[in-house]
């Protein structure tokens, strides 16, 4: 599948318009991987994205005429969540701690230069914060748009991060701006539309006891997103992860951490070992040693002292 961008003289990058797409189809039959088209004013970049997972692009901003492509491993959520965005203007990333929701979001910035704009979800997330407030600058009084507001009239990618820990009372304020409305109403006289271009991710962790603070979504605000569930990789999709970040953990290691997150998916541990405490261990080990790496970025991160016992006699022995 293609995804089209096109750069402007001035710096900006934007998805091209579904018409737009259409006239290219029509007058340009072979397309290809790194294609620059010149469509009026436009310099058209063609990006293309596999289902297995690999993800080759060129900069849509690169000065040079023939750049060479940049090969990044990426999940196969990628190509599922652009899709989506595509289609449908937003998505909720649901899984567990470290399996890569933000590394993803920040990537699909990346790759169609997009602005970022980001609400991190937390008990106090108020509606000002969202929506803005009323402030005095200068002796006058002037209303100071929230996140949202911004991101609808501007465009680009909102991340409701860890989304479950807000009030679903305020988090309700998004709705109109997710249905067929597709529209933020700020006041009575001042209501927006939501940009073509402004796209919207949630992401959660799962609402169990190990995720304090989560609770479960309103059933109709979560109508609204298709939602990808991501998992912890398997030991081998890890092992590629970390080669291509020329990382290394000794074997013997990453399989205990295997029986770790087996027995958090059974029920019998009340934490899990992400992806991004093993990159950590990596570099950290060469520091502090072995052992002591251990200790600090997994065995202590459980509370209960049975835990970190069985734990500690999976990892060390």
């Not at 040693?289 to 065995?299: N, P, Q, S, T």
Request: charge should be neutral; glycine fraction near 6%.
């Amino acid at each position: 599948m293609y995804f089209y961008r096109y750069s402007t003289p001035e710096g900006g990058r934007y998805l091209l318009s579904k018409e737009e797409i259409r006239k290219i189809k029509e007058n340009v039959p072979n397309l290809s991987e790194g294609l620059k088209i010149k469509l009026s004013d436009k310099m058209l970049q063609i990006v293309k994205v596999s289902e297995d997972g690999r993800d080759l692009w060129v900069p849509a901003l690169s000065r040079t005429v023939y750049p060479d492509p940049i090969e990044r491993w990426v999940g196969s959520e990628i190509f599922e969540a652009i899709n989506i965005l595509y289609i449908d203007g937003q998505v909720a990333l649901i899984g567990e701690k470290g399996t890569g929701k933000n590394y993803l979001c920040e990537l699909i910035t990346e790759i169609f230069g997009l602005d970022y704009f980001q609400i991190a979800g937390s008990e106090d997330v108020r509606e000002a914060s969202i929506m803005g407030s009323t402030e005095v600058r200068q002796g006058e009084t002037k209303f100071v748009e929230g996140i949202l507001p911004q991101w609808a009239r501007k465009g680009g990618l909102l991340v409701i991060d860890e989304s479950n820990m807000i009030d679903p009372a305020i988090l309700m304020r998004i709705n109109e701006a997710t249905d067929f409305r597709r529209q933020v109403t700020v006041s009575k006289s001042t209501v927006i539309k939501r940009h073509d271009d402004a796209y919207l991710i949630l992401t959660l962790n799962p609402t169990t006891k190990t995720y304090a603070g989560t609770h479960n979504l309103n059933l109709a605000f979560l109508d609204r997103f298709p939602v990808i569930s991501f998992d912890l990789p398997t030991i081998e999709k890890e092992e590629e992860i970390l080669r291509r970040k020329n990382l290394t953990v000794p074997q013997k290691l990453h399989e205990a951490i295997g029986r770790v997150r087996e027995l958090y998916r059974e029920g019998k541990l009340s934490n899990t070992i992400s992806t991004r405490q093993i990159e950590k261990f990596a570099a950290l080990a060469e520091v502090v040693g072995y052992e002591r790496a251990v200790k600090i970025l997994f065995i202590n991160q459980y509370m209960d002292p049975e835990e970190r016992k069985t734990v500690e006699r999976l990892l060390l022995g």
